[in-house]
């Protein structure tokens, strides 16, 4: 009998293994170099490229200043040259972070430049259509011109949260023209924008009606704008006026002073009071009347609230000028459990140098309306308010993004949801980006005074406490609504 053996070392088997071995620190060290030249690219833009306002800055900022400013009310939702596409609003975008990240190639004169980003409703299946962006500019002699540029892209928001609705809230980016471009003498910044799907028809003329009116930056006044919010649209004949006082007046208490609230259907003591505010600077009132082709939370979340809370988000910030926005509803109430206002709590939670956060997510608490009233009264005559008399809560905390309720720095943030943050801008290194927090319910919670959200013997079965931490703003909230229901409805005064 002959024996075979295989040898246990083979010898060209090691040495074609060992080459193979020296490729992999090679391709690696080479993808490294890459990194580092890519990454070093990308700093290297962003350091050389400053943003429009200061390499255009003097120039642009006088042509705004010879803008007219169209109020906001004139805002509306518009027909676009795209079947069953409609815009909203437009605002500039010169974020270098964020236009590089978009397109590169907007670069003009050692500068990034910028794009016009436009707030929309659109068909989910559509979305990559490609797109010509028609901008719009008056010259001295009071003339029209148009000029056709392709869109970049055209990208759902909040789409996570779309729950496969029909349609979507989406952002339609159009590149903002170079001076050099062909426009009327004297001209740089397009007053008006639409789009249409004839990308090559420089002959298209768009019905003078869909253009929207691009808001650029105000003139920003001396004093710092901090707090702003932001409300979902008012649908289904909203007729809770005693409640929209309480939310406006405890708000102010902690230093907002800008609403943005979006009218489709309300009652006419709901109109009252936001007329009042209105003329009072107070609150924008927006008209949000959707077309029939919409049906509520069949085919589009809620009234189009994210493409609500995204135009509040750019109105407030990149048109108005606010640090901080709020995105919350009617019946929700971030709460400081240590402080006294949102100056102080935000000083505790963003101190200076305090790094790459641009998001602050308060985790919710449910107080049930079905619970009792707290035995705790108010002076007389104090309108009643849910704030002041639910008092118990169920004990849990629900965990960030769920029914969460945020503060962010506005101009960190390119895409808001309704309980989370979608996208934040990058920062300057390739691969990170400002981030959201959660925080500690020591310091402050989402307090949502509702009914349950589930069944009744659910939430019967839960666990609860009281928490009157809300009677620390309550006294002087309570006076402070009742001084405004009396002027707003001095004949009704109860």
Known sequence: ???????????????????????????????????????????????????????FGDELRREMERLIIVNESDDTWRNLGVNDWRGFSAYLETRPEVVLEEDD?????????????????????????????????HSTANHTTILKKPSIRTELVAFGENFGMYYSAAYILCPLPYPNEALPPGAQLPVGLTV???????????????????RYPKPQATNEKSFAVCVQPFHHH????DDLIAFIEYYRMMGVNRFTFYRDSVTSGVDRVLDYYSRLNVAVVLHW???????????????????ALNDCLYRSVFYDGYRYVLGVDVD????????????????????????????????????????????????????????????????????PHDRSKFIVQGRDVVELGNHRIWKLKRTWSLFTRFKETAVDPDVGTSNHYRFCETEIDTC?????????????????????VKNIYRTIFPGNYR
């Open 289 to 307: 009347k959707l077309q029939d082709l919409y049906d509520f939370e069949r085919n589009l979340r809620v009234d189009g609230i994210y493409a």
């Open 105 to 137: 190639s907007l670069i003009y004169a050692g500068s990034t430049w910028g794009f016009i980003r436009i707030i929309s409703i659109v068909p989910v299946s559509a979305a990559s259509t490609q797109l010509a962006c028609s901008f719009r500019y």
């Open 238 to 241: 909203f007729d809770k006026v």
């Open 332 to 399: 929700e109430y971030i709460v400081p459990r240590r402080h006294d206002n949102f100056t102080e709590m935000m000083e505790h939670l963003n101190p200076e140098g305090a790094g790459i956060t641009g998001a602050w997510i308060f985790r919710n608490v449910f107080y049930y309306l079905m619970y009792d009233d707290d035995l705790v009264t108010l002076s007389p005559g104090t309108p009643r308010m849910n704030f002041h008399s639910k008092t118990r809560r169920w004990e849990r905390t629900n965990p």
């Open 196 to 214: 249409s799907i004839n990308r090559d028809r420089s002959t298209d003329s768009p019905d003078p009606t869909d253009f929207i009116t691009i």
């Open 1 to 55: 009998m002959v024996f075979k053996y295989r040898p246990i070392f083979n010898w060209n088997f090691f040495r074609r293994n060992l080459r193979r071995a020296k490729i992999f620190p090679i391709l690696l060290a080479s993808l490294g170099v890459v990194w580092i030249v890519v990454q070093q690219m990308r700093l290297w833009n962003l350091s050389s490229l400053k943003s429009m306002t200061e390499t």
């Open 460 to 480: 019967w079965h839960r666990k609860s406490i009281i928490d009157r931490t809300a009677h620390r703003f309550t006294h002087k909230l309570g006076l402070r």
